[in-house]
């Protein structure tokens, strides 16, 4: 199956936050944001929004979650690139992310994924992009640059 990717040229960043952190402390974040994912689990809770933020705005959310072991920090790992499956996808479709994902460990690009109803998204670092972008073509995808 040929898929059709398209790499959006903003910034995107993943925030780690404890399992126990109240919307309102992250909710702010996604305000005005046109692409953002919050995923939660008894473990954590994942953030990706599709920009940076200033300093001051991590910091602040940062020291208003308090604590000292790694359970209850916020982490940050800014500097991603997303690339998007076009869809609507069909659940009955298999292997898309298995291809995907295979083909960028093949060539040590690691990834960040997500999951939606209609399609998939493959997160990469900035630096790994145009590598990636590669990587599908060479593999019969075509991408398209945003």
């Known amino acids: 199956?040929?898929?059709?990717?398209e790499l959006d040229t903003l910034p995107y960043t993943i925030h780690r936050l404890p399992p126990t952190t109240a919307a309102s402390v992250y909710l702010p974040l996604i305000d005005n944001q046109t692409?953002?994912?919050?995923?939660?689990?008894?473990?954590?809770?994942?953030?990706?929004i599709s920009h940076h933020y200033p300093d001051?705005?991590?910091?602040?959310l940062i020291k208003s979650?308090?604590?000292?072991d790694n359970d209850s920090e916020h982490k940050i790992s800014?500097?991603?690139?997303?690339?998007?499956?076009?869809?609507?996808?069909d659940f009955s479709y298999v292997g898309i992310m298995a291809n995907l994902s295979g083909a960028l460990a093949e060539n040590k690009?690691?990834?960040?994924?997500?999951?939606t109803y209609d399609t998939d998204y493959i997160l990469v670092k900035e630096d790994k992009?145009?590598?990636?972008?590669?990587?599908f073509e060479?593999?019969?995808?075509?991408?398209?640059?945003l």
């Open 1 to 5: 199956m040929k898929l059709q990717l």
């Open 56 to 60: 001051t705005k991590e910091s602040k």
């Open 129 to 135: 992009a145009l590598a990636a972008k590669k990587v």
């Open 109 to 115: 690009i690691s990834v960040f994924v997500i999951s």
């Open 78 to 89: 800014a500097g991603w690139k997303c690339f998007k499956v076009r869809g609507p996808l």
């Open 35 to 48: 692409w953002y994912s919050i995923t939660k689990t008894p473990e954590e809770i994942s953030l990706v």
């Open 65 to 68: 979650n308090g604590g000292n």
């Open 138 to 145: 060479d593999i019969g995808h075509s991408v398209d640059v």
